[in-house]
């Protein structure tokens, strides 16, 4: 299957400052990559759909000025959450899905990045 | 909101089979039916995904009903490193995987 990273694997951070998170398709390239976030003991949700080249589109209650999108390549999207606070603490997970392909594609996972935020 | 139900646990012996049910009544005639599993702490695996007919790969088997109301995953011979929660996902006619609660397997000695 596909190879999707991400960097960094843990990050610990102080209240109130930001902390960018980079997802990035190794081996094919991803016109859109889906960003998630996981709660202790809960499933993943969806927080935003990135699209390279355009704005990613949020999902409903999610802050877009917290948590930045930007995917200015076919292989990078990076999530910045901005003024980290404590609740914003942890497993980001994005995915990406292959260009050029149909919208029932498939999609590939990174490994997750577990934010800690003191 | 997820448009699956799975039951929350189950067991399986090493070696033996494993049947995850999933039950998605009000799925749509060009929904696919996909599944992945998280192992503890890891971002979620693609294990396989259908329309209408069984399919087969090299990790397991999806049998879907001819209502397609339903469908199980089957891991032909459970192994220790198959523990996880698996995820029954029907895919809407956009990009979006909607994460229900999954199934928790644990397979024992």
């Known amino acids: 299957g596909a190879v999707v990273s991400q960097h960094p694997s843990r990050v610990i951070c102080k209240s109130g400052t930001s902390v960018k998170i980079e997802c990035r398709s190794l081996?094919?390239?991803?016109?859109?990559m889906f960003w998630y976030r996981q709660f202790p003991k809960q499933s993943l949700m969806l927080m935003a759909t990135?699209?390279?080249?355009?704005?990613?589109?949020?999902e409903q209650g999610v802050e877009k000025d917290k948590f930045l999108i930007n995917h200015a390549s076919l292989t990078l999207s990076t999530l910045t959450v901005t003024s980290a606070h404590p609740e914003d603490s942890s497993f980001y997970i994005c995915?990406?899905?292959?260009?050029?392909?149909?919208?029932?594609?498939?999609?590939?996972f990174g490994p997750g990045t577990r934010l800690t935020v003191l | 909101d997820a448009k699956t139900t799975q039951p929350p646990s189950m067991d399986c012996a090493e070696g033996r089979a494993a049947n995850l049910p999933c039950n998605h009544s009000?799925?749509?005639?060009?929904?696919?039916v996909y599944w992945y599993r998280q192992i503890h702490s890891q971002g979620p695996q693609y294990i396989i995904h259908?329309?209408?007919n069984n399919e087969t790969n090299e990790m397991a088997s999806l049998i879907i009903t001819e209502d397609r109301k339903s469908s199980t995953l089957i891991l032909p011979h459970a192994t220790l490193r198959d523990t996880a929660v698996y995820y029954c996902?029907?895919?809407?006619?956009?990009?979006?995987?909607?994460f229900g609660t999954g199934t928790r397997l644990q397979v024992f000695p």
């Open positions: 995915s990406a899905r292959r260009s050029g392909g149909s919208a029932t594609d498939t999609q590939y």
């Open positions: 996902i029907v895919r809407w006619n956009t990009d979006k995987l909607i």
């Open positions: 081996d094919f390239q991803a016109t859109t």
């Open positions: 259908g329309l209408k």
């Open positions: 009000t799925i749509s005639g060009n929904e696919y």
């Open positions: 990135s699209n390279e080249g355009s704005k990613a589109t949020y």
